[in-house]
Structure formats: structure tokens, C-alpha cells
């Protein structure tokens, strides 16, 4: 049960504050991705990593399970971040 003292807009606010984090992290994330492109073109290396990929998504559900979230909800998630960063490493 929810505790009575708390209002919405006080949890809606919490919500605003945790989406901010997420996009500033989101943000930091494709700006290093930028900076990935520039030196995996400078050192003639491929876009994708299969191995490096298999990491994050061992690192992730790991991460997933000790914060208490799905570990279905954090694949989904990077599957989309990984697919967008290649995307951004594939622009001219």
C-alpha cells in the first residue's frame, strides 16, 4: 500500500527527475558513441564488435538482477541503444 503522505504530483515529480537522469545519461552515452566512430574509422575497425556486444548484455542483466529490474526490460533497452549507436557509427 502506497503511503498516504505521499501525493501523485510528488511521485510524478520523482518520475521527471529519473526520466532527466536518463536522457543526460542517454546524452553521454551517444557523445562517447560519436567518439567511438572517429577512432574505429581511424583505425580501419569494423562498426560492430559481436564479442564487446555479448559483454554489455552479460553486464546489463547483471546489473538488471542486483538493481531489481526485469532483465527482459534491460536487453530491450540496450538491444535499442546498440542499434542506434551502430546506426550513428555508420553516418558519414
Request: proline residues 2%.
Amino acid at each position: 500500500m502506497a503511503d498516504p503522505k505521499i501525493t501523485i504530483s510528488e511521485v510524478r515529480r520523482a518520475i521527471d527527475e529519473a526520466d532527466d537522469i536518463l536522457l543526460k545519461a542517454l546524452a553521454a552515452r551517444f557523445r562517447a558513441t560519436g567518439c567511438l566512430k572517429q577512432l574505429k574509422r581511424a583505425e580501419k575497425k569494423p562498426v560492430e564488435d559481436l564479442e564487446r556486444e555479448r559483454q554489455l548484455k552479460e553486464r546489463w542483466k547483471e546489473r538488471a538482477r542486483s538493481l531489481g529490474l526485469k532483465e527482459e526490460l534491460a536487453l530491450l533497452m540496450l538491444d535499442f541503444i546498440l542499434t542506434e549507436s551502430k546506426r550513428v557509427q555508420r553516418e558519414k
